[in-house]
């Protein structure tokens, strides 16, 4: 979708603003599982091959015996050729970072059982030195859960996926039949009978197209019929039913399953006084034809469709209240000689941009000291004020103190001269890297009423800003949005974005809350600062109303 969005241009001095046109993509999440940040998945790549390596030297012992194995490793060999060229690029692509998990969680799982049929020392010993940085069945089963939730956040039909019709992608990154059986029977042991029915299909449709496979049509239209039924259509479950007995005469289940299925259509008609009807020749089953199940998250509509940057409520009037500025942090001697540039992004409550807020330097010191210390990224339980993790939050995150490196102390002070709150009571500058799938559902950054002891230990107050640095551009996906208001802001590397998540009188201003949309293709990093209210009694002085 082709949106219009305000820009400055800086040019000697002068700030000049313009409508541009951007294309505007966006993403998705996934449950619990271990997430996997871009540059983690950069290593398995070159792990993945070097065991490509040693699997060609054991051929080499046993070539008479391992014929089988020869032509898998060759197949393999190509794969990691074509990763190793260009790996973030590669992992970029949602498909390949899936793929890459599945191959290295029951591929390489399977191959290893046929070489200890006939042992080669060297070959299983690497494996076994390899093994213990091997994505586990959690961490597929999580890749898979991404692509879902990738599809549902920006509405892809399992057909652009499968293909690798990614936009912004020319990659060739495709998902076979049995890729797209594995997709549907992980939806299927879940209960989730709406993605079982849409990657069942899509499997079923490679088949009939010709495309090689090892599962078997049986095995798809079993777990197909079944989960169209639990979805309510019983003609559709009957037709593929049908086509099952067909097949395979003998089946244990669907002769059973056919005669339930006619007997409770029948049912269903007599109470409506309706004539059995034979079922209607079946349609391809397409993104739509069922209607997706509603979760626990009430916003979940209009976060998506402003992740898909649609209902962004960016009207001509309230652009004509947006404006590109100077800002030298009220005469701050360290912005005298060099303000820094703000652009206005949202009028009310006032979100701001500032440019060149982070070098490309910066950013790359800060990314190398927070890479060995990624970890599952947590939230404040708001009960016990204890960080925990949660699953609307996918991402991994360190913690970063000023003392560590200059650039941390550099980084801090520029956000207290910029925004001209202290940083001593602040939390310690967080980093934070999605991947695939990559998200933060809708959330308040500071604390509610019914919240008391959130930040209690910390002794600081409430959390009455956010600074948000963008360390990376997102090819699609990835943006911040603000549901309550209908906004929409992307990531521009070097950039930083900032608004108070409390009034003057230290009440929450509800309109804040917001997300981090999934990352569609890319790799998203990013870094914030969540000052609190300690400290800020003579910077930022109480308002004489709630709302002031």
Known sequence: MLRLILHCHWHFGISLCCVV??????????????????????????????????????????????????????????????????????????????????????????????????????????????????????????????????????????????????PGMHRDAFLTVDDCYDMGKTAYVESDYYHSVLWMQQALKQMDEGEEHVVSKAEVLDYLSYS?????????????????????????????????????????????SQEVQEPATEEPIRLGTYQRPRDYLPERESYEALCRGEGIQMTDARRS?????????????????????????????????????????????????????????????????????????VSKSAWLEGEEDPVIERVNQRIEDITGLTTQTAELLQIANYGVGGQYEPHFDFSRKDEPDAFKTLG???????????????????????????AAIYPRKGTAVFWYNLFRSGEGDYRTRHAACPVLVGSKWVSNKWIHERGQEFRRPCGLTEVD
């Open 21 to 166: 046109g951007h294309v505007i993509l966006y993403n998705l999440s996934r449950k619990d599982f271990r997430v996997e940040t871009l540059s983690q998945m950069t290593d398995l790549i070159y792990t993945e091959k070097e065991l490509v390596q040693s699997l060609k030297e054991y051929i080499k012992a046993e070539e008479y015996k391992l014929e089988a194995v020869k032509s898998w490793a060759n197949r393999l060999e190509g794969l990691t050729r074509a990763s190793t060229s260009d790996p973030e690029g590669y992992l970029a692509h949602p498909v390949n970072a899936y793929k890459l998990m599945k191959r290295l969680n029951t591929e390489w799982s399977e191959l290893e059982s046929l070489v200890l049929q006939d042992p080669s020392d060297g070959f299983i010993s690497n494996m076994t030195a390899h093994r213990q940085y091997f994505p586990d069945e959690e961490d597929e089963k999580g890749a898979a859960k991404a692509l879902m939730r990738l599809q549902d956040t920006y509405k892809l039909d399992s057909e652009t996926f499968a293909r690798g019709r990614l």
């Open 460 to 486: 600081t107050g409430n959390r009455v800003a956010t600074f948000l640095n963008y360390m990376s551009d997102v090819e699609a996906g990835g943006a911040t949005v603000f549901p309550d208001f209908g």
């Open 228 to 272: 169209v039924y639990q979805m309510g259509d019983l003609p559709r479950a009957i037709e593929l039913t049908r086509r099952l007995v067909a097949i395979d005469p003998s089946h244990q289940r669907a002769g059973g399953n056919l005669r339930y299925f006619e007997k409770l259509l029948s049912k269903q008609l007599n109470e409506l």
């Open 321 to 393: 209240r947006l404006f590109c500025r100077y800002q030298d942090g009220h005469r701050n001697p360290r912005l005298l000689l060099q303000p820094i540039m703000e652009e206005d992004e949202w009028d009310s409550p006032h979100i701001v941009r500032y440019l060149n807020a982070l070098s490309d330097e910066e950013i790359e010191r800060i990314k190398e000291l927070a890479k060995p210390r990624l970890a599952r990224a947590t939230v404040r339980d708001p009960k016990t004020g204890v960080l925990t993790t949660a699953h609307y939050r």
